[in-house]
């Protein structure tokens, strides 16, 4: 792993594989991780998140995921980040220490969903009980309010928050509003905090307004087109982008269309990498024949701008 250096580009926000009766599957991390860095050209990775089940797992089994992450990726992988939120305080803070102590390159954590902060006083009181627990790690703000229900506007959020959380270091930004994120964009320039976006299918768009990544359950499995992206953006070639933009926009919004969620990324991942993913953890439950059948078709029909 890279310490201080500042996150950028994509991030896989990790599957947690589970086995046939529902077990948390640590045995094919190291693949996944070779997988990632050599398939799909991506070298930071973000657990226990939402694709991962995060808030479906028990605190033993996300501190053992947490720690062969860090000792997989060790060598291999830039960044791992954990997530470590959870509706219980002593819970998150119990995690951020784990994750301090097994030396993850990062933190981050979602507003508790059930009861709920209701100004951003409230919810960075939260997050900086969870952060204070790890003083020398880097700490994200996880912002998803589609599941969270939290809408509390990070431009707000962001005022004075190295005040309050000296190890503030970025915003995972998981919404469709663009204007709140340039507003943080904006006026945080010279804080050198990362934005890292995360509504893939709309990544492109993000990056106009200066994101500096993704974080993202399709770049376990599109990674290495999404840097094709990245790089056509960057050049800046921007009708190559679009077409990357587009084509991993028909893929998503096909298989939207069919219901898209958690299972079906592990079920679309499984197929793509060969890994197996396994089922979801109920509530979520396994995708089904004929969404694999139908996704496998699709993904296989997409050509390239690169003649893949
Ligand atoms: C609601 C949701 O799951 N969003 C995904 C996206 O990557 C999403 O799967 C993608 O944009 C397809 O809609 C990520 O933002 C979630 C994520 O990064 C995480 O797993 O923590």
């Not at 993202?216 to 992206?229: C, D, I, V």
């Not at 982008?241 to 096909?254: P, S, V, W």
Request: overall charge neutral; aromatic content about 10%.
């Amino acid at each position: 792993m890279t310490p201080g250096k500042k996150l950028r580009g994509l991030v896989a926000a990790t599957i947690t594989p589970m086995t046939p009766d529902g077990q948390i599957n640590l045995s094919v991390i190291r693949q996944y991780v070779d997988y990632l860095v050599s398939e799909q050209n991506v070298k930071n990775v973000f657990v226990n998140g939402t694709t991962g089940e995060g808030l479906s797992l028990n605190v033993q089994e996300r501190k053992q995921l947490a720690e062969e992450w860090v000792c997989q990726g060790k060598d291999k992988l830039d960044h791992v980040i954990i997530h470590v939120g959870a509706l219980s305080l002593p819970d998150s803070q119990e995690l951020a220490r784990h994750a301090a102590a097994i030396g993850a390159s990062g933190i981050a954590v979602i507003a508790p969903f059930f009861f709920k902060p209701t100004n951003k006083d409230e919810l960075i009181a939260f997050l900086q009980k969870v952060a204070s627990e790890a003083p020398a790690v880097p700490f994200y703000y996880y912002h998803i309010p589609p599941l969270t229900g939290v809408k509390i506007r990070v431009e707000g959020l962001l005022d004075g928050i190295k005040e309050r959380i000296p190890t503030f270091q970025g915003v995972k930004f998981s919404d469709t509003d663009l204007l709140d994120l340039a507003q943080c964009i904006n006026k945080n320039e010279r804080e050198q905090f990362a934005f890292l976006y995360g509504v893939d299918e709309q990544l492109l768009t993000a990056l106009a307004i200066g994101a500096d990544g993704a974080v993202g359950s399709t770049y376990n499995y599109l990674g290495q087109k999404t840097n094709l992206m990245l790089q056509a953006f960057a050049k800046p070639d921007l009708a190559l982008a679009r077409k990357y933009q587009f084509l991993t926009g028909e893929f998503l919004n096909f298989v939207i269309k069919l219901g898209f969620g958690v299972a079906q990324t592990k079920a679309v991942m499984t197929f793509v990498s060969g890994i197996p993913m396994g089922p979801p953890r109920l509530p979520l439950v396994d995708a089904s024949e004929e969404f694999i059948v139908k996704a496998k078709a699709k993904l296989d029909s997409i050509v390239w701008p690169d003649g893949d």
